[in-house]
């Protein structure tokens, strides 16, 4: 940074309205390749028929706000985090715990399950990403081998293992995100960009697996080149958070869930956002999305308590779906695409003591 | 009221786009043409004008929005728990009755995005009113908070009681009606504010975000903050990158999308359903064990998805474990010879196939060096070196045991690379090997007898028969955690002596 006051005000406002006039260039390209409507292809697709989704499971355990949650490859164990500090993994088929954990702060805001299935990731408000190998032996405790892997300078808002246990990605309310050594946990890579809290990210599941998206308070979805730190591409058309990215499943387009109560589909190689998925009616944020296997259906969990699911291709809402009792925090869709899960900030009194906070299962 | 907005109203209004898309959907439900029917409500001896009904109310968003009852009702009772609207009777809880109960209109003064945060001087003041007219007649949380105030005020408290006073006296000298009014307004108003134990807040919302300052610095001139020149220097950067992009026309971007759905739609198991279940609606786990990773014969679907893809053919270990099979069965000298590098072909022992002229290792030798690329990629950064070595002894070196053929200009590359290894430094050689097997080996491994075979040896489940007695549950089958599996060569590189 210049000390030179002046010299630096000059360059600060030059460089900033060089950037918006960049900004109305690449619009303009962006524009100009952009000769047909996703709703206008789609017309020749059959529309989908009436399907019925209901829950399968409750996951009753969380004692207060579940915020996030993430499948195993074995596409029936889950973990999950709250903001009280409890990460628990589940068999959600039987509904078992499996595995508890007490983090020593409180909203647990991420958390992942490893490629391997043998250990777990989460981090929140104590600005750290830490790894819990899941062991079954009573006389261990899963604290004492817990690793401290990633370090920020503000809350964790998501992580993610690459394709091994061996690496973690992370994104903080410090505005960056970061690629980590599990075993030491030296930074491998960092990638700075955004230009507020970063909220959330998805890896790319392309040919080389290089490349991630994430999104922020700046309202931008950036998609960044894992090895150089570079940002590759990126765009600002939502009018608030982003909440939640997801990449479609053939890998050329990704989904984002913003507060601005709207879902938006981005292709990558025609480089512009290609689909809104809006209705009036829906004036809450989105908080959470995933795609079906097919990428045909989007389901996006909602603040408003409910969960919408869209006809990616015609961009209309096929589906509403009522379950929970207060915002859903959280959505995935299971590895095999047999069900989702969605966990929220929900909880049923039932007596004066006892509070319980739900997770469901939707098939 | 003693208490004027916050002054963090403005910052934390940015947060909730949702309640300035609510204040505009009371608005226009309060428009005289197109709103919603306003009536005047007879309560006991008062009349109420302005009043809607829970009905009203729906009926206007249904007709509106062209949603269900089902969804006007949430919405209806979303704008309601958020002191948008306003019971006139029993106005303890916050819900959209659809009976008689009249509902108003909340005033802009009490919106939540007007007076945020309540001031706690105000809840004082009100609970001390309440406590006035009805002696004895707070609830037991407000009890609470009453007694927890007044500790904390203390020193204020007679001016807290003579506030309370004055309002009282103020509010009796209007019109009943007005006076009921207000009174509703106001109850509406701390209910959001300060709920019952039991009832969720709207005002919840999580850790506070943007109060990162990232690319932010508080410049010495001013109080202002703004982004730094690195900040913009970058975006800038990125920006000019970003123009020179290639980019596809949409048309073909979005007629992609139509293939690709309509070629999984039948894979999808919510979109088409799953043979023989779906092991959460039947809770029959059968679908799971046919198609587990290491499945005997793997089903149908499964292998019809090996053409979707090379990528997808690769991340199913049965598929690999096919396509790692073809290629070992393939000689090399039905290719044509490939191009040879520049400097001498390695020799080697035993020559396999005879003849004077070298040639390079069997295609299988190239899926084990992707392979072997894939553990340096995702590995642990302190088998870094050893990796890399063993790779290079491996799969590169002159006279390698597994030579695999690239180019000479990635690997001259990859040669002076190894120079300072990193977990990068065979990215090119890995990306030739890929796509040489994706051009040449993938498309002959799908039309080869091999996998044709396959194809007519999967299995198809049948369709599981719906239980005649749906109301009695199946036990659930437990699986083993993979956590309890030993250790396998998925979870940990096995590069540790340099053996791959």
Same mark, same amino acid.
């Given at each position: 940074m210049a000390t030179d006051g002046l010299h630096e005000n000059e360059t600060l406002a030059s460089l900033k309205s060089e950037a918006e006039s960049l900004k109305g260039k690449l619009e303009e390209e962006r524009a100009k390749l952009h000769d047909v409507e996703l709703h206008q292809v789609a017309e020749r697709v059959e529309a989908l028929g009436q399907f019925v989704m209901k829950t399968r499971r409750t996951l009753k355990g969380h004692g207060n706000k579940v915020l996030c949650m993430d499948w195993c490859k074995d596409k029936r164990r889950i973990v999950s985090s709250s903001q009280d500090g409890k990460v628990i993994v589940w068999d959600s088929f039987t509904t078992n715990k499996e595995h508890a954990v007490t983090m020593p702060c409180t909203w647990v805001m991420a958390c992942a399950y490893a490629p391997s299935g043998c250990a777990i990731a989460c981090g929140g408000l104590d600005n750290k990403c830490s790894v819990y190998p899941l062991t079954f032996d009573k006389n261990e405790n899963m604290a004492a081998k817990k690793k401290s892997v990633a370090m920020h300078t503000n809350y964790l808002s998501a992580c993610s293992f690459t394709n091994s246990d061996m690496q973690i990605l992370t994104a903080s309310g410090d505005g960056t995100c970061a690629l980590w050594d599990v075993e030491s946990g030296q930074l491998l890579q960092s990638f700075h960009g955004h230009g507020a809290d970063v909220l959330c990210l998805d890896l790319a599941p392309s040919e080389t697996g290089n490349t991630f998206v994430s999104g922020g308070c700046d309202k931008k979805a950036m998609v960044w080149d894992m090895r150089s730190g570079q940002c590759v591409q990126a765009f600002e058309t939502h009018e608030s958070d982003i909440n939640s990215v997801r990449y479609y499943p053939s890998g050329d387009a990704f989904a984002s869930g913003s507060d601005d109560a709207t879902c938006r589909l981005y292709d990558l190689r025609a480089d512009r956002e290609v689909a809104i998925y809006s209705k009036e009616s829906i004036i809450f944020g989105a908080s959470s999305v995933d795609f079906s296997l097919s990428g045909r259906l989007l389901f996006a969990g909602y603040n408003d308590y409910t969960i919408n699911v869209w006809d990616v291709l015609k961009g209309s809402r096929v589906s509403i779906l009522f379950g929970h009792e207060n915002r859903v925090s959280t959505l995935r869709v299971s590895p095999d695409g047999t069900a989702f899960c969605s966990g929220s900030w929900d909880h049923t009194l039932r007596t004066k003591n006892y509070l319980f906070v739900s997770l469901q299962v939707w098939a | 009221m003693a208490a004027g907005p916050a002054s963090h109203g403005g910052l934390r209004r940015a947060q909730r786009p949702h309640l300035s898309k609510m204040e505009r959907m009371v608005v226009s439900m309060q428009d005289p043409d197109q709103g919603v029917k306003m009536r005047s409500q007879r309560l006991l001896i008062t009349v109420i004008p302005h009043a809607v009904t829970g009905n009203d109310i729906m009926e206007w968003l249904i007709h509106k929005y062209c949603i269900t009852e089902e969804e006007a009702l949430h919405l209806g009772t979303l704008l309601v728990r958020h002191g948008y609207l306003y019971p006139l009777r029993d106005p303890c809880h916050l819900e959209l009755r659809l009976d008689e109960t009249p509902y108003r209109f909340q005033t802009p003064y009490f919106w939540m995005s007007t007076l945020w945060p309540a001031a706690e001087l105000d809840y004082a003041i009100y609970l001390a009113k309440k406590n006035i007219r009805k002696r004895g007649g707070l609830f037991d949380h407000e009890k609470e908070h009453y007694d927890q105030l007044h500790r904390k005020i203390s020193h204020t408290w007679d001016l807290v009681v003579m506030q309370a006073r004055e309002q009282l006296w103020a509010a009796k000298q209007r019109r009943k009606g007005d006076r009921l009014v207000i009174a509703c307004q106001e109850q509406t108003y701390w209910l959001v504010n300060r709920p019952p134990p039991g009832v969720p807040s709207v005002l919840e919302q999580g850790p506070e975000r943007n109060s990162c300052t990232a690319g932010r610095v508080q410049m010495p001139t001013g109080p202002f903050q703004t982004k730094t020149v690195d900040f913009y220097r970058r975006e800038v950067e990125c920006l000019r990158k970003a123009l020179g992009r290639a980019r596809v026309k949409s048309s073909v971007c979005l007629e992609a999308y139509l293939k690709f759905s309509s070629q999984r739609g039948p894979h999808d198991p919510i979109m088409s359903g799953c043979l023989p279940s779906n092991p959460w609606v039947t809770d029959n786990d059968t679908y799971w064990a046919m198609n587990a @990773?290491? !499945? !005997?014969v793997p089903t149908r679907l499964r292998v019809e998805q090996w053409a979707f893809s090379f990528r997808e053919l690769l991340e199913d270990p049965v598929g690999r474990a096919h396509f790692m099979d073809f290629l070992s069965k393939e000689f090399s000298g039905e290719k044509p010879p490939p191009r040879l590098p520049a400097r001498a072909p390695p020799p080697r022992? @035993? @020559? !396999?196939? $005879? $003849?004077p002229d070298p040639v390079p290792g069997p295609p299988a030798e190239n899926l084990s060096f992707w392979e072997a690329c894939e553990e340096l990629r995702h590995g642990g950064q302190a088998q870094v070196p050893a990796l890399v070595d063993a790779v290079y002894q491996q799969f590169l070196a002159p006279g390698a045991a597994r030579w695999v053929n690239i180019d000479s200009r990635t690997m001259e590359r990859t040669l002076v690379g190894l120079g300072r290894p990193h977990r990068h430094v065979l990215d090119d050689a890995q990306l030739h090997i890929y796509m040489l097997m994706k051009k040449d080996s993938y498309p002959r491994f799908l039309k080869s007898d091999l996998y044709k075979d396959l194809l007519a040896e999967a299995v198809v489940p049948p369709k599981t028969k719906r239980r005649v007695f749906p109301f009695m549950r199946k036990p659930r089958h437990s699986s083993p955690s993979p956590a309890l599996l030993p250790a396998s060569a998925s979870r940990e590189p096995s590069g540790g002596d340099g053996e791959a």
């Open positions: - | @990773p290491s !499945a !005997a022992f @035993p @020559p !396999a196939w $005879g $003849g």
